[in-house]
């Protein structure tokens, strides 16, 4: 199709529109919070501490991300422009993930340092000003997120299908080519989230540790006292681990989502056969690829509607306030039920527009019952955390196991959950008779699930900056009945934040099955691309096939009329010594015999003994396992499920090992700020705050390089040992115990969390009590768990399989050089 | 430079002299010039004409004189042991109670003859000399009067205790937000005294860590012997978090 004929579709334009007004509603809660008063000067200095110390903090992560991020830009153009493994944009897809997702954090922590001390002076106003000035700080951030990954999505989309062609001549990209080029900018959106959260979890926790080991435990200083040399740190931390991580997390979980399901919409009509009621592929392949980017723009608008249902009266209960937040997310989540009903007969046909439907309703209840299920486990309101509390009574030992305990048992909900809602999205889009429509029903299972992303991010963001604003509130000295506001605001955050990590979780799961269909299509076209970086057309020839090695072939056909040659390029799966082949060019069957030395001839052939080449753009994913015997009997892929598992464990204890150092780094400065500056604790001189922000920032970033080192170069390691069947076996293994243990550490953290919340509240001896310090130490165990480790595997699972879809084409054509020197097949 | 007295009258019975006020003496003992964890700290203010040769208060201008630099002389003490005995209880004037970072609250004393006997049982801390947890049916001012009676075999010449809570839930259990070690035992002890009234006081525990000790504060703090009982009424916590905010919350901590 040349580019006049191909105007934008009608539904782009929904895209970036929305994209848009979030971006602009985002501008607009923005102002209205600067235009908010900051208080007394005291409140203004503690809020500029943070703020600077925020910012310092973002610099230089910033910094140590460039690096890598031209590093890798520089490996990938290698791979692209050297090697030919990839799309030549990839460099630049991956350049604009990261700088997109980075940004959004930027936003999100920017407004979020701006707003804890107005929330404070909100809440010194009336409890629901401060709740709404809270909310809309973290609507910011939630709608930042939705609105530039969606502004991205979009004009990459208008880019490749409208001007890639234009600019650089040559043939209008195909769908499935824009999709996985696409898919490539998750991995810097990815690595981006990976730094943000294993440095930000890192940073967090080194300040909190360092705060309340020497600050509480040794000096009897409490939480939030301005003489804590690590308090200012603790309060950035809050920011950088729990607002800028988790938008650069939810970020990619959201993009990578759409982009996974348009990939698999695209490919669910190449190799799942053209649906009823379109006549042309095209049509179909566009129609099943504007669904995820269409519910994912209108839930936009229906989580910004949602945004104005949350507010709450004076004096509210813990149940009022929750209720206030519940009515946004369940408003907007009904409501994209209700306009999906709508939109989505409309795109696609009917015979799968209700069961797409379905799977998006699903996709929501499931990200529902993952967040409640989280509450249930890790708030304080429900038995098994104060089943904590109660083993806190006997010790310390039977604190830890039980909280071990409680964690482990925690993951059946999100598990069951996510198993359920992928059997039924699948069943419900007709996968059990027709595989690719059910991949694509899970995919949009999980767009369902993101839908809602900017009301949900927005309860998320909205944890640290109420709890911010109750230090704020502390430090400030402000008068009791404003601290009893923040106080209320900030325990509404701490369920929040819980649910918030138990829907990143969720969704970083169901995703995953999406990305994972999504490799298969990388390799699709990493073979293609093999093909046709190698082929040497030969003028004259009709037919001419290129040995690539490996039972892998690239065709040159010409077109039927001559006029221009295409390269269709395909591959043998299995073949016989003789190469004889039966194609299908333009949907017609084609019998050839391929000589093997580059050329072949067209042969009418009812010889049943011949055997099929199977062309790569038709191809189903069975034909993919068949290939590269992805099979459970295959030791490569049963290496690679144990790979997988081993990742989850080792970058978990260098997440938490981290921790430990930069922690005692922290502790060591507290405690020589205490030695040295004499009057710190008299009131009269004042801590240096900013070298103890500096010190966990220099810890955070130097400890951050291992694990995410470690969990980019294990995907391409692997897939050169071990192929394709070693990398999916990787991305099995990584997702199951990585969602597994995610959900384990950060309920069971959660739950440790609240468990001495709920001791401090005058249970089992409150505050100092030998209970209260056992759990004290649940606490501190926990404070990783949750905070650092949990929260950093979802991103895990998620880079290895953005790292293995973008570096799929080196794998595709290095792997079995390597398996085949090694002798271990190919 | 003014020259204070204070008595230290917990773990360690000291006299001290300084040219710090009493909020900064406090902060100063309880962590020092630099971070240093000495747990809380209660101390009386002394009337500063007080003398007594006994306890060498004679040489206290001599001895608390500020640093050759000009700063003031933080603690000199004048005498150890047995102190609280033979400083006469009018001399006495304000309690401080600081806490592990040295936040610093004043309580008034006044002299204490009403019976206010409530009901019973108590519990006392024994603060100095004793540092016992006992419960006991006696009223405090009972019970002042019991264990510095001369004409007893047991008995010290002056006692300064805390009366602590205990109290009952609905089940007869010690309140949840109690921070005491083994809650059962105390409510063994409790029923103990209860059933037996010819028992006066029963030991709980002889050396407890005061562990959270200023959320167990009762009625009040008591100084006294047989000829009389200086009483400091403690406040009541809603008074604490709104009037004294900062230093109930380092108090809360432990």
């Known amino acids: ?826 | 430079m003014d020259i204070h007295l204070y008595l230290m009258c917990y773990r360690t019975e000291a006299l001290v002299a300084s040219q710090l006020e009493a909020e900064e003496f406090g902060s100063y003992m309880a962590v020092g010039t630099r971070k240093k964890t000495f747990g809380n700290v209660l101390f009386f203010e002394i009337d500063p004409t007080f003398r007594s040769t006994e306890l060498h208060l004679e040489q206290v201008e001599a001895k608390c004189k500020p640093h050759p630099d000009g700063t003031p002389r933080r603690s000199k003490y004048m005498s150890l042991y047995r102190v609280m005995e033979r400083i006469p209880l009018p001399a006495y004037g304000k309690l401080y109670l600081t806490t592990r970072d040295g936040r610093v609250l004043a309580l008034d004393g006044r002299n204490f003859d009403d019976e206010q006997n409530t009901g019973g049982p108590f519990m006392y801390a024994e603060l100095c000399p004793l540092t016992s947890r006992l419960v006991s049916h006696l009223s405090p001012k009972a019970f002042c009067q019991r264990i510095t009676n001369p004409a007893t075999t047991v008995y010290v010449p002056r006692i300064f205790f805390a009366d602590t809570q205990i109290e009952l839930d609905s089940d007869g259990h010690l309140a949840g937000y109690l921070p005491y070690a083994n809650p059962s035992h105390i409510e063994d002890c409790l029923r103990e005294v209860e059933e037996r009234p010819d028992k006066l006081g029963k030991t709980v525990d002889r050396n407890p860590p005061l562990v959270a000790f200023y959320r167990t504060i009762a009625s009040g703090f008591y100084l006294g012997d047989s000829t009389g009982i200086k009483f400091y009424s403690y406040p009541d916590v809603a008074s604490l978090d709104a009037d004294h905010h900062e230093w109930w919350r380092s108090a809360s901590m432990g």
């Open chain 1, 1 to 826: 199709m040349d580019s006049v004929g191909r105007p934008l579709p009608g539904w782009w334009h929904v895209t970036w529109i929305c994209a848009v007004i979030a971006l602009l509603s985002a501008a607009c809660f923005y102002r209205w919070i600067m235009a908010q008063s900051e208080g007394n000067a005291r409140m203004q200095e503690i809020a500029q501490y943070v703020r600077d110390g925020a910012y310092a903090y973002l610099r230089r992560q910033y910094r140590v991300v460039a690096i890598f991020f031209v590093v890798v830009s520089a490996l990938l153009a290698i791979m692209s422009f050297g090697l030919e493994v990839q799309h030549r944009l990839v460099p630049f897809a991956f350049l604009t993930g990261g700088f997109f997702s980075g940004l959004a954090g930027f936003f999100g922590m920017k407004t979020a340092t701006s707003a804890s001390a107005r929330t404070a002076e909100g809440a010194s106003h009336s409890l629901d000003q401060g709740l709404k000035i809270a909310f809309r700080a973290g609507s910011v951030m939630g709608l930042t997120v939705v609105g530039l990954a969606m502004l991205d999505i979009s004009l990459w989309f208008l880019y490749l299908y409208k001007f890639h062609h234009q600019i650089f001549g040559g043939e209008p990209m195909s769908l499935e080519s824009i999709t996985v080029v696409m898919l490539c900018f998750g991995m810097g959106a990815s690595s981006q989230a990976l730094f943000a959260r294993v440095g930000g979890g890192i940073y967090t926790k080194a300040a909190d540790v360092g705060a309340d080991l020497v600050g509480k435990v040794e000096a009897g200083i409490p939480e939030d006292d301005p003489r804590n040399p690590a308090t200012i740190a603790d309060n950035v931390g809050d920011n950088v681990g729990d607002v800028a991580g988790m938008g650069a997390d939810l970020y990619e979980s959201y993009a990578g989502s759409i982009l996974a399901t348009m990939a698999l919409g695209v490919a669910a009509v190449s190799f799942g056969g053209m649906p009823e009621g379109f006549d042309n592929a095209f049509s179909a392949q566009l129609a099943f690829l504007s669904a995820p980017m269409v519910l994912a723009s209108v839930g936009i608008l229906l989580s910004l509607a949602g945004i104005f249902l949350v507010t709450t009266k004076e004096g509210a209960s813990m149940k009022e306030l929750m209720w206030a937040l519940n009515k946004g997310i369940w408003g907007s989540s009904a409501l994209v039920v209700v306009v999906a009903s709508v939109v989505i007969p409309m795109l696609l046909p009917a015979s799968i527009a209700w069961g797409v439907v379905a799977a998006i309703t699903i996709g929501l209840v499931v990200g529902l019952i993952i967040g409640y299920g989280t509450e249930y486990y890790t708030s304080a309101e429900y038995q098994p955390t104060r089943g904590i509390a109660d083993q806190a009574v006997s010790g310390t030992g039977p604190l830890i196991i039980d909280g071990i305990a409680v964690g482990l048992m925690s993951a059946w909900i999100p598990i069951t959950a996510v198993c359920i809602g992928m059997l039924v999205s699948f069943g419900m889009c007709h996968g059990f008779e027709n595989l690719a429509m059910g991949l694509y029903g899970v995919g949009m299972a999980s767009v369902g699930m993101l839908s809602t992303l900017g009301i949900t991010l927005a309860t998320d963001a909205y944890g640290p900056i109420a709890d911010n604003a109750g230090g704020n509130a502390e430090m400030a000295g402000l008068p009791k009945q404003v601290r009893e506001r923040t106080d209320a605001l900030d325990s509404l955050g701490n369920t929040t934040a819980a649910v918030g990590k138990g829907f990143a979780i969720g969704s970083a799961a169901l995703t995953s099955l999406a990305l994972l269909a999504a490799y298969i299509e990388e390799v699709r076209v990493g073979i293609h691309r093999e093909a046709v970086a190698v082929y040497q057309v030969e003028e004259g020839a009709g037919y001419n096939a290129v040995d690539l090695g490996f039972g892998k072939y690239g065709l040159y056909l010409a077109s039927a009329d001559g006029s221009h040659h295409e390269n269709y390029t395909i591959s043998t799966f299995r073949s016989t010594a003789d190469h004889a082949v039966d194609v299908v060019v333009d949907g017609k069957p084609v019998s050839m015999i391929v000589n093997h030395l580059g050329s072949s001839v067209r042969q009418a052939s009812d010889d049943s003994l011949i055997a099929q080449l199977i062309a790569t753009t038709p191809a189903g994913l069975f034909d993919f396992m068949d290939y590269y015997d992805i099979t459970l009997m295959n030791p490569k892929v049963l290496v690679g499920v144990f790979s997988g598992v081993l990742m989850v464990f080792v970058f978990g204890a260098m997440t938490m090992k981290a921790v430990g150092r930069a922690a005692m780094a922290m502790v060591m400065e507290v405690r020589r700020q205490f030695r040295e500056m004499p009057g710190i604790m008299e009131g009269t001189t004042t801590p240096d705050y900013a070298r103890c922000v500096a010190i966990s920032t220099a810890g955070a970033q130097r400890e951050m390089i291992r694990p995410s080192l470690l969990a980019v170069l294990a995907p391409v390691l692997i897939g050169l040992l071990l192929g394709v069947a070693g990398v999916m076996g990787l991305l099995v293994g990584g997702l199951c115990a990585g969602f597994a243990m995610a959900v384990f550490m950060a309920n069971a953290g959660g739950a440790w969390d609240n468990a001495k919340k709920l001791i401090e509240t005058g249970q089992h001896g409150g505050k100092g009590s030998d209970a209260h310090k056992s759990a004290v130490v649940g606490d501190t165990v926990g404070d990783p768990f949750k905070d650092t480790t949990g929260p950093s595997l979802n991103i895990l699972i998620k880079l290895m399989n953005m790292v293995s879809i973008v570096f799929a084409g080196l794998v595709v054509k290095f792997a079995p050089e390597i398996a085949s020197f090694l002798g271990m097949g190919q």
